[in-house]
């Protein structure tokens, strides 16, 4: 009688759909087993889609048992067995047992003999229901699961008489649980008008068990009869600072962020209007030079804070200085005159960006880390729209669509903050 013993549940699976077998083994003797290794054999009409089919343990206790999950597709019906080609261990003495008789019988139902899984069921809701024509807009929506069923790489994208003014013309929203919602968000110009223009709302998802799935929604939507006319934007230059000391450096990325704003520039209608200049490595001295030399509209910091709201530059040596949100308010104000809008471009800018808001008309913060590439897409979706003539929260807001529509993690979005001095948020 062996002290280790294997099972494998559940035992009962269905043709063509993905199933996950818990591989269990668990110690039925008196005393400790050690340099536990178990390798399952799948029948060839099993196939092993995730989750490795070794198991190896240093020891395990008695009545103890471990878990190992993996996911199988079959694709034959009938009964097959499941083996083990090596399946060994040392026992209480250090003795070594081999166990070569390990089977397990699984059965494998035809597609027809059970019901069909439920479908996943998403209800889609667009809260932007009046635009203007031939104008890009934010449009801004909900996707909410009412069914039982988990939705997995949930995707949404825009159809219909609309153009996507953005890089990219699909969200990614991830995964979404029963009872969850989640928003999306696009900037979409509409090329109809009318009081009903079908806007299609198009879902690409899956559900736990492998399928896939393509569904649109159709909402009409209200689009004036006449375009909104923007005024020529006065000009705009932009200073961007970056202030990474060494020893904090993971990636810079002010090369890609400033190639991203040039780009936007670039293929705007204004770029004759549109300045940027940049700067690395600076110092606290240096960011009173720039200010005073090139009295910029916008200020963009990247760079790194610290716990305490402090914003990190560099000093002589390579060091590294604390710039506490107080010194940085009174600093602009002091030489921020024409300044209209600060962009903090580092984690936990909260405590500096209501400081530096009650001297600048717009702050923008971060309330926590934010990734380098959704940083990228804040920068592209923000300069973007100033380019076009946006005001300064317009493109805030699309800075946080481009975010939503790129970003890995599903609320990144929600990460950058913007503070105006009127009302301070």
């Not at 070569?100 to 027809?112: H, K, M, N, R, Y």
């Not at 375009?227 to 020893?247: G, Q, V, Y």
């Not at 530059?313 to 002091?334: K, N, Q, R, Y």
């Amino acid at each position: 009688m062996s002290d280790i013993h294997a099972e494998i549940t559940p035992t009962r699976l269905t043709e063509g759909r993905i199933a996950e077998l818990v591989v269990r083994l668990t110690n039925d003797g008196e005393g400790v087993c050690t340099d536990i290794v178990f390798v399952l054999s799948l029948p060839p009409q099993l196939s092993l889609l995730a989750g490795g089919s070794r198991m190896e343990l240093a020891e395990l206790a008695p009545g103890a048992g471990v878990d190992h999950r993996i996911q199988v597709r079959s694709s034959k019906p009938g009964a097959w067995t499941a083996t083990s080609r090596n399946f060994s261990y040392r026992d209480r003495a250090s003795r070594p047992v081999r166990i070569p008789d390990f089977a397990v019988t699984l059965e494998v139902l035809p597609s027809s003999a059970l019901p069909e899984p439920e479908k996943p069921k998403l209800a889609v809701e667009v809260t932007t229901t009046n635009l203007p024509w031939n104008e890009a807009t934010v449009i801004r929506g909900r996707v909410a699961n009412r069914g039982t069923v988990a939705v997995q790489t949930l995707e949404v994208a825009l159809g219909g008489p609309f153009r996507v003014e953005t890089r990219g013309s699909t969200g990614t929203l991830g995964e979404l649980p029963p009872g969850a919602s989640t928003e999306f968000l696009f900037y979409a110009k509409a090329l109809d008008r009318g009081t009903a223009v079908p806007l299609h709302v198009e879902l690409d998802y899956a559900d736990r068990h492998g399928r896939s799935f393509h569904v649109a929604h159709t909402v009409a939507v209200g689009v004036s009869s006449a375009p909104l006319h923007r005024p020529r934007p006065p000009r705009l230059k932009i200073l961007h600072l970056e202030a990474l000391p060494d020893r904090h450096r993971q990636s810079s990325r002010l090369d890609h962020e400033v190639r991203a704003i040039r780009e936007e520039i670039r293929l705007s209608g204004h770029r004759e209007s549109i300045e940027v200049e940049s700067e690395r490595a600076v110092r606290a001295r240096d960011i009173t030079r720039a200010l005073l030399r090139e009295r910029p509209r916008i200020v963009h910091f990247s760079g790194y804070g610290d716990p305490n709201g402090n914003y990190l530059v560099e000093t002589d040596d390579g060091g590294v200085h604390p710039l506490p949100p107080a010194s940085l308010a009174g600093l602009f104000a002091a030489a921020g005159h024409g300044t209209e809008c600060v962009i903090l471009n580092s984690c936990g800018s909260d405590a500096t960006a209501e400081a530096v808001v009650e001297h600048i008309g717009h702050v923008i913060g971060m309330r926590e880390e934010i990734g380098e590439s959704s940083a990228i897409a804040f920068s592209v979706g923000f300069y973007q729209a100033l380019a076009a003539g946006c005001t300064i929260a317009e493109a805030f807001e699309l800075g946080c669509v481009q975010i939503a529509m790129t970003a890995s993690r599903p609320a990144e979005h929600l990460v950058p903050v913007l503070w105006i001095r009127a009302n301070k948020r």
